[in-house]
């Protein structure tokens, strides 16, 4: 089967610029997750989508970041304006619900300048 | 609140055996996973455990004992690609999945 999609690969933007992110999930797979990874850590999660509603957006900056899943399928992440700190890689995953199987993209690496 | 903790670092020698730890405190226990992650790559899974005991999968296995909140992954027969982050992860409330900071394997020779 074909895996999860993200594009672009890398991204780099002045601070203050907007970026966004686009996502693909494993077809069938309505669970679909935005994860940021800052270097040397482990991925925090950002948001959380079942089919078109979210679920968790408790870690979303609200006030900068924004995510949508319309139709339920392909998915955007938005940073409006960024900042020196958004600098990680973003990645998405999707799941079939309740199976425990996470299937993560290849991320997108930002670098805020 | 939601603790995954993991040793930041670990070094050890080719052809020998190396346990990584992790301990959880989370709000819901879905299970618990594994992921090997090589520098600018992303995340892939190598195990997964729900119920107490080992699971064996060729050179890793992991174990897991949900009184305890503990799990620890064995790599054996270390091979130079086998350098790479470990990150320990636990499906927690909804689903979702929590990591810890992940311990960063480096194999010598």
């Known amino acids: 089967e074909a895996g999860v999609a993200q594009s672009p690969r890398y991204k780099i933007i002045e601070k203050r610029q907007s970026v966004a992110f686009w996502c693909n999930p494993i077809?069938?797979?309505?669970?679909l997750y935005w994860y940021q990874q800052i270097l040397g850590q482990g991925p925090k999660l950002l948001i959380q989508?079942?089919?078109?509603?979210?679920?968790?957006d408790s870690q979303l900056p609200k006030d900068r970041f924004s995510a949508e899943r319309l139709k339920g399928v392909d998915s955007t992440l938005k940073i409006q304006p960024a900042k020196l700190e958004d600098s990680a890689v973003y990645l998405c995953?999707?799941?079939?619900?309740?199976?425990?199987?996470?299937?993560f993209g290849s991320g997108t690496r930002l670098t805020v300048v | 609140g939601q603790n995954i903790d993991q040793p930041t670092e670990m070094t050890a020698t080719e052809g020998a055996i190396v346990q990584i730890n992790c301990t959880y405190q989370?709000?819901?226990?879905?299970?618990l996973f594994w992921y090997q992650q090589h520098a600018g790559e992303a995340p892939t899974f190598l195990s997964y455990?729900?119920?107490?005991g080992l699971e064996e999968k060729g050179r890793f296995s992991s174990f897991l004992s949900r009184s305890k909140g503990y799990s620890y992954l064995l790599l054996k027969e270390l091979q130079m690609k086998d350098s790479a982050s470990y990150l320990c992860?636990?499906?927690?409330?909804?689903?979702?999945?929590?990591f810890g900071q992940g311990t960063e394997l480096s194999v010598k020779p």
């Open positions: 995953a999707s799941s079939l619900v309740g199976s425990g199987g996470y299937t």
């Open positions: 077809s069938g797979h309505a669970t």
């Open positions: 989508f079942q089919n078109n509603g979210v679920v968790d």
């Open positions: 989370t709000s819901g226990f879905n299970g």
């Open positions: 455990n729900v119920l107490d």
């Open positions: 992860a636990v499906s927690s409330d909804g689903g979702k999945l929590i």
